[in-house]
């Protein structure tokens, strides 16, 4: 892991050209893919280590938490993110939830309601598999709400992180970056493959019509939100191995940051070892 920095995968801010940021480097790290598949293995234990003391310190009223939130085009790797990096930490700690279209109770609320019930309680670490850039993303490309209403959405999403962030979260915001090319390789990889059928969507053929909306789109949103207290991170991800290192790293950053500590017995240690033992506690 050295020399990746989170500083290397940090959005500047200002406008945002994702055609300027390429999809296939790997900053912070020059191995190969195997290499980069061993650190991410050598990161692992460290990082659930952590990830065990903040849970460990949200039992006895530290107040921080994590949230992970992955954003990216379709295939760009949002799942595998989730079973080879933050499957390397303790479930028990971890929440991950996905936010397909919304349901008709959703609806009825304001964007943000959903995302709501879905934060991370103190000690935990949250993921947002999609998030609430979608309101800001398909709705705007496939014009489901306003201009107006998108627009007033970009603000509210920056209060909300900053609620956020104020409460004790760390925002850990992740552009998966992906071509078109390495997306249409993965798409036929998964027709070429009948175990991998069920992950194929037609649909993903019309989203993958309006990239440069998209693209756009994205652009747009990055920009907007790209906040000193919630930046965001655009992840190279046409190379499996290195999005999953990378993410790891920031991961392992957040964690270290905090600082959590493991609590102190509120117990009388060694009389509660002389009545497992039978045996008389030294004076």
């Not at 790997?26 to 065990?52: I, N």
């Not at 109770?105 to 934060?119: G, V």
Request: net charge negative; proline share 7%.
């Amino acid at each position: 892991m050295a020399g990746m920095t989170p500083e290397l995968l940090r959005l500047p801010p200002g406008p945002v050209d994702l055609t300027a940021v390429p999809t296939r480097a790997k900053p912070g790290f020059d191995g190969d893919k195997a290499a980069g598949k061993q650190a991410l293995l050598d990161l692992g234990p460290e990082l659930a280590e952590r990830q065990e003391r903040l849970f460990a310190a949200g039992t006895a009223g530290f107040r921080r938490s994590v949230l992970l939130v992955l954003q990216g085009m379709d295939t760009s790797g949002k799942g595998g993110t989730l079973r080879h990096t933050v499957g390397l930490m303790d479930p028990q700690g971890v929440r991950i939830s996905s936010f397909k279209a919304p349901s008709e109770e959703e609806r009825r609320h304001d964007f943000l309601w959903r995302i709501r019930r879905a934060l991370p309680a103190p000690g935990l670490v949250g993921v947002f598999d999609r998030s609430h850039y979608e309101d800001v993303l398909i709705q705007r490309v496939r014009s489901l709400a306003p201009p107006e209403e998108i627009e007033r959405r970009y603000g509210a999403i920056n209060d909300f992180e900053r609620e956020l962030v104020d409460g004790g979260t760390v925002v850990l915001k992740c552009m998966l970056h992906i071509s078109a090319d390495e997306q249409k390789e993965r798409l036929l990889a998964r027709l070429d493959d009948p175990t991998k059928h069920w992950k194929y969507n037609p649909g993903d053929l019309d989203e993958r019509a309006l990239w440069p909306q998209y693209r756009e789109a994205y652009e747009v949103a990055l920009e907007r939100t790209n906040t000193e207290h919630a930046p965001w991170y655009v992840v190279p991800a046409d190379r499996k191995w290195y999005r999953n290192l990378a993410i790891g790293g920031l991961l392992h950053h957040a964690l270290t940051s905090l600082d959590p500590q493991w609590p102190a017995a509120d117990f009388d240690v060694e009389h509660e070892r002389a009545r497992l033992t039978g045996e008389e506690p030294v004076a």
